[in-house]
């Protein structure tokens, strides 16, 4: 059995989960309604983030949506920029920056995006929970309430909470949905109904029904045992890592606070559990840093509302590291973390660095594949070129060709046709050059690129021409 080694006591809590009973059934967590400045600064970012997920489908930029991630058709629009994949490079790259991103953050600030920014938190805490919390009451009413053999009370108060949750659960399905084929198409398959479009209705309904359960029984268990970025923590978090900790040497030994209110021998901690009932994965920070831990800030606030109530200082349970708790000197803002913050803001101007260079076209010109050269009247040769457009941009795109370097000119055989935004367009076309205009059987060649007569960028390749050039 471990030891905890600041406390010297044996670490029974690491050899159970405290939503697993003794029998391996499951303890359901009940946890307290949370009341303090940081739970409403997370609500009113929730809300915000909430708005955000729910419109972002019918905000457009442009005519393009501004997030979607068609992977049927491997088109990504991000903040209303087209991605084909021609960009595979470029999201390649984004996403191992990303992931270099993701590791620095959680080697610094620990889990401070489970807490305010991940979507199983938020919906879990800011609509599930508060749902419940109207219907069925305080976290003691719940228990009651799911105590009581089946009555009145409780099938009107479960029927009306689960119902309210399929709901939900449908129409975030849908949301989520409309960021993968577009809201357009969304509508479409509501409007067409099941048996028109059975695999696009059963596919929604698969999707509502697993967001059903996750938030309606499986809850903080998607943290404890099932998300991989929550079992990354266990090496990414160091002890200079920020986290949610309780001050041990502040609060230690822990007892209840006598009726007169002195507790001089003893430490802040008055042991009345406030941290322990209000926290959504049933744990007790006072045990140490634990990977069931979402650095939600429920505890601090639970906590600190306590010391106010008993005339201590606040921040018995605050963020800080594993460091700063040891050593008393609370440690946050140290050298590690600026010089990391550093490198993570120049990771974010790399990307959109990348993003900038990303032009609104890209085109490639290329020979015909086992085409020669021809002649073309009595004293000029062509070649045959196969050309690619695509248009990134959000507007419907036309790229004129012109020979700029020799002297000559572009004839097309068929395409040069608008192409549509998000679309790759396809043509031919000869390029016809004097023979006196050439410098060798394999001259050089600039091609022009032109939008409504204003120069885009400029194309290099190659003309080829009889051997004999090569002895001019
Ligand atoms: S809320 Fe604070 S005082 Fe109460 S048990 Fe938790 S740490 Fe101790
Ligand atoms: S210990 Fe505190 S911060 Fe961690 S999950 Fe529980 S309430 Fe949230």
Known sequence: MAKNVKTKKP?????????????????????????????????????????IFYIGPIIKIG???????????????????????????????????????VILFTVIFGR?????????????EFVFRQIEYLIEGSAAKQRRLNSKPLNFEKLWKKTLKHFIFILIAVITSSTMLSYIIGVGNVIELLKEGPIKNFSGYAGLMVFSGVFYFIFSF?????????????????VLVDKKSIIVGYDYKRGEPRAPITKDGINTDNGDCINCNACVT?????????????????????CID??????????KPKGLIRYD?????????RSIFNTRSISYSIVLVLLLFFVGYLF??????????????????????ADSLSNIYNFDLVNKSAKLMKIDYLLESPKGRIMYIQGNVPVDAGKVGRGTFLIIIKKDELSSSNTPIIIGLYNKGEKMDTYNTTFVGPNSLDKK
């Open 218 to 234: 499986f809850r903080e268990q998607v943290c404890v045992i099932a998300c991989p970025y929550g079992r990354l923590q266990g």
């Open 11 to 51: 670490e029974y809590f690491r050899d159970k989960l405290t939503t697993v009973s003794k029998d391996g059934s499951r303890e359901w967590v009940y946890a307290k309604k949370v009341k303090g400045p940081l739970f409403n600064r997370r609500k009113i970012l929730a809300t915000f983030l909430l708005l």
């Open 112 to 124: 401070i995006f489970c807490g305010w920014l991940c979507p199983q938190t938020i919906f879990m």
């Open 63 to 101: 005519n393009n949506p501004i997030l979607l991630f068609n992977i049927l058709e491997r088109k990504f629009i991000i903040f209303g920029v087209v991605f084909l994949p021609q960009d595979i490079h470029l999201i390649l790259l984004t996403f191992i920056t990303l992931i270099l991103f």
């Open 278 to 298: 209000v926290c959504p994965t049933g744990i007790d920070i006072r045990n140490g840093t634990q990977l069931e831990c979402i650095n939600c800030t429920a």
């Open 356 to 377: 900038m260079l990303r032009g609104s076209f890209e085109t490639t010109i290329l020979r015909a594949r086992g085409s020669m050269f021809q002649e073309y009247g």
């Open 302 to 311: 639970a906590c600190n509302a306590v010391m106010t109530r008993v005339n």
């Open 321 to 329: 590291s594993e460091e700063g708790i040891e050593t008393g000197h």
